[in-house]
């Protein structure tokens, strides 16, 4: 579950490899830039760089989209509503509601 929180423009990049050993001293990781736009509400999710032996090749994200002016009720973060996007490595982008 990805949780967005509007108010401002947001970057960020989710790093991952086999996590099970030293593969990625060789090289052998994949990183998916994320860019969150608040003017439009858009999320941008990049083509993801790299692989790595077992890397899931669709990766399923719920993005939920937090209004700054919002009050989040932490007992029911993980209950909420959210926007289901199959990624398949090439980028794509999201409206947010």
């Known amino acids: ?25 060789q090289g052998k990781y994949a990183t998916i830039p994320f860019l969150y736009d608040d003017k439009t509400q858009t999320l941008t999710i990049g083509e993801r760089s790299g692989s790595f032996e077992g890397m899931l090749k669709v990766r399923r994200f719920k993005v939920v989209y937090r209004h700054p002016d919002l009050k989040v009720d ?24």
């Open 74 to 97: 932490a007992l029911n973060i993980d209950e909420a509503d959210g926007q289901i996007v199959n990624y398949m490595g090439k980028k794509l982008k999201i409206k947010l509601k």
């Open 1 to 25: 579950m990805l949780h967005l929180y509007g108010g401002k423009n947001r970057r960020f990049t989710l790093y991952e490899d086999e996590g099970t050993n030293y593969n990625y001293e």
